[in-house]
């Protein structure tokens, strides 16, 4: 499949210009590109890491469907909160409840909308809130732990697919970019729960979709790469401050990217991989906020294909799921920003193509979730990743 489609295809859920893969629904096929990436690099380390010798992936409870392009969010109890997503004939409306605890789900209350490819958070007064995603690009819903209740929230100003949500240190939502019918787009939009409302901010320098924001230490949003036009994928970088609502260009990156994956590490740089033009890209980097500057970091001869990015306690980032070239990876892989490297770590028991979640746990084990399998078909899946 060729990444530059991806955005493309994106325009309409149901699109069926794409090549069919065999076994794949003409919906399936579409739907699952939302968080299909271009080659996320994962470096072998030149030594053994202790920390991943160490750990393992072990079986849990399957979800009661299947699902990809979904969302789970960790609730103030523990439990995490799983919604929406691709299903295996259908885009799901519903929603369950993963108790660590216990190991095993819970039924409660469905969105009024079915939704894949959506984003979730969780709000400061413990609600939690999802926000757009096909089939319908604008509406939001709240959702109240307490009873299991979904109630609709404030639609968005604009349709958008493909966009990028940040909560904000001051409790504010930021939505940037994305596409529509008519392309790529720059606007961006702010929810402030005081006032349960949208409001129009500061527009992007660059149009982009299938970008990567990060929240940084000090408050503001770092927004990488993307897509800007069906064949234009973008190496440049800004910042957003919520002080002045406005975005400032800021050092680009050393290599185009588009639908890679990005985290903040415990260094407070931010670590970019993945994604890139023609295939992929075997560089990993590093974006420092103190100067706006990128620096390279480790290497590998893996390639990966929009896979899951967790920080965990010790500092480490965690790499799962995704597609290795064209099969599904059953790998998994751990960034030590000590030595820059990167190093293989235990086999994945599921099968967890694009489109998982990973969530990390109050016990400190990491939730992995669904994604597509080797047919681009929605999985059950579920895997928890541990210290031994």
């Known amino acids: 499949m060729n990444p530059t489609s991806i955005s493309r ?17 003409p919906h399936l096929r579409v739907l699952s590109l939302l968080l299909l990436g271009t080659g996320l690099i994962l470096q072998q380390s ?24 979904h969302t789970a969010t960790l609730l103030p109890s523990g439990k995490v909160l799983v919604a929406g997503g691709l299903s295996t004939s259908m885009v799901a409306a519903t929603a369950e ?10 039924a409660t209350g469905s969105m009024s909308i079915p939704r894949a490819g959506h984003h979730a958070f969780l709000l400061d007064d413990r609600r939690g809130f999802v926000i757009g995603g096909a089939t319908d690009q604008r509406t939001t819903e709240f959702y109240d732990p307490n009873t299991g209740v979904w109630t ?73 790469g993307g897509q800007n036009g069906s064949d234009h994928t973008l190496v440049s970088a800004e910042v957003y401050d919520p002080a002045t609502g406005t975005w400032t260009v800021t050092g680009s990156m050393n290599k185009a990217r588009s639908s890679q994956v990005a985290v903040l590490l415990q260094t407070g740089e931010v670590l970019v991989a993945g994604g890139g033009a023609e295939g992929g890209t075997k560089l990993t980097e590093l974006y420092d906020p103190t100067t706006g500057t990128w620096m390279l970091t480790g290497n590998s001869n ?30 998994s892989s751990l960034y030590d920003p000590a030595s820059g490297t990167w190093v ?45």
């Open 9 to 25: 295809a994106l325009l309409s859920p149901f699109r069926t210009a794409i090549p069919r893969r065999p076994g794949a629904a």
């Open 46 to 69: 030149q030594g053994a890491d202790p920390l991943a010798a160490s750990a393992r992936w072990v079986p849990t409870a399957s979800m009661s469907i299947t699902r990809s392009i």
């Open 97 to 106: 409840l993963y108790n660590p605890a216990t190991g095993t789900w819970e």
């Open 152 to 224: 609709p929230g404030p639609s968005l100003l604009r349709k958008r697919l493909e966009f990028t949500a940040t909560l904000l240190i001051n409790g504010k939502i930021l939505v940037a970019g994305g596409d529509n019918a008519n392309g790529q787009i720059g606007d961006c939009e702010l929810y402030d729960p005081a006032t349960n409302a949208w409001q129009l901010t500061g527009a992007l320098n660059f149009r982009r979709a299938s970008a990567t924001a990060t929240l940084l230490d000090d408050g503001r949003v770092l927004i990488t």
């Open 302 to 331: 893996v390639t990966f294909v929009q896979p899951t990015i967790t920080l965990l306690g010790n500092g480490n980032a965690l790499v799962a799921g995704g597609y290795g070239g064209d099969p599904v990876y059953r790998g």
């Open 344 to 388: 293989p770590s235990a086999r994945v028991l599921g099968t967890h193509g694009s489109g998982a979640t990973a969530t990390l746990l109050a016990n400190g084990k990491v939730l992995l979730l669904g994604g597509m399998d080797e047919n681009f078909m929605p999985t059950a899946d579920a895997d928890l990743y541990q210290s031994r």
